[in-house]
Every structure is written in C-alpha cells, then in structure tokens.
C-alpha cells in the first residue's frame, strides 16, 4: 500500500460521510470518493476473476459490464494472470 493510500484510509477513518463523498469537508469527500473508486475497483476484479474462474467468456463478462471484451482484457487480464501466478 502506497502513503497516498494510507492518507486516504486516513483521512476516511474520521468520518463515515467522508467515505460516501458526503462530508462538508471537500478535501474529505474526496478522499471519500477515492476510498469508494478504489473498493469498487478491487471488488470488480475480483468478481471478473470469479466469473473467468467459472468458464464466462470475456465477451459475455464484457456484455454485462457495458464495455467491449477488449476494454474489459485490458483492464483485467494482467491482474488475474499475476493473481494465478501468486497461487501456483
């Protein structure tokens, strides 16, 4: 994890409404927003690593998220190939 990382699970640890973009503070609600790109993020990987796991094309997991199967390679083929790697 980077120290901009940390600042930002920081700055987000203060107030819940930080974390949902919601807090009057915009340095704050940004971080929020950040915490929330970056969850999001992870958690989208992760279900495309589940999905190439369960047999799903790369068309057919691209078809369900809006983007071209190219875009949604791109994006995510590199981190699932490591992700296997790391378990072998």
């Known amino acids: 994890m980077t120290t901009e990382d940390d600042q930002v699970k920081a700055m987000t640890a203060r107030d819940p409404y930080g974390a949902l973009g919601l807090e009057n503070d915009p340095e704050l609600a940004f971080a929020g927003i950040r915490a929330l790109r970056q969850m999001a993020d992870f ?5 495309v690593g589940r999905l190439r796991q369960a047999g799903h094309t790369w068309a057919e997991i691209a078809g369900w998220a809006g983007v071209s199967a190219q875009a949604l390679h791109k994006k995510h083929a590199q981190t699932l190939l490591n992700a296997e790697k790391a378990t072998e």
Not at 43 to 47: I, L, N, R
């Open 43 to 47: 958690c989208e990987s992760y279900q």
